[in-house]
């Protein structure tokens, strides 16, 4: 039982990590589309242009570059099951946040409207995975078969 649980955790994190691995390749294009969709409050813009004159980097790329961290080491952590309450509770955040900003599906219609709300459920599906494991934390079942969960 305890490898279906650690193929289990493998497969289900392969989303995080493909995609943060994607987004550090093509970092550029990920700036690229953050940037369309990124709106900085007013009482923020002294923080953006510190970060930018620290870095070098405009606020775009620094948040595909962080996007990209983000789900790789939260999904790294989770196959391996080391910090799982904190690497779930960063990937429902980061999830819920690119929910919200790039399926906005109630601002669409037609084709873009079906096809976002289908990705904003999937979301919604995997934060709702991320949740139970965040409730679970980083257990193991114990190897004489009583397998009760201890919170």
Do not use: C
């Not at 650690?6 to 392969?14: E, Q, S, Y």
């Not at 990209?68 to 799982?84: F, K, M, Q, R, Y």
């Not at 779930?88 to 709300?117: E, P």
């Amino acid at each position: 039982m305890n490898i279906l649980l650690v193929i289990g955790r493998i497969a289900f994190v392969l989303i995080f990590v493909l995609s943060g691995a994607q987004k550090l390749l093509d970092i550029s294009g990920t700036a690229a589309m953050i940037e369309g969709k990124l709106v900085v409050p007013p009482l923020l813009i002294d923080l953006e242009t510190q970060l930018q004159s620290m870095t070098g980097q405009p606020l775009p790329r620094l948040l595909a570059m962080v996007a990209g961290v983000v789900e790789i080491s939260g999904g790294l952590l989770i196959a391996a099951n080391i910090g799982t309450r904190v690497a779930a509770i960063a990937l429902i955040l980061f999830t819920a946040a690119a929910t919200y900003l790039f399926h906005d599906f109630w601002a669409m219609s037609g084709a873009d409207r079906s096809a976002n709300m289908i990705h904003a459920m999937k979301n919604l599906s995997i934060m709702g995975a991320l949740l139970m494991l965040f409730v679970i934390g980083s257990w193991r079942p114990s190897p004489q078969g009583n397998d009760r969960a201890r919170y």
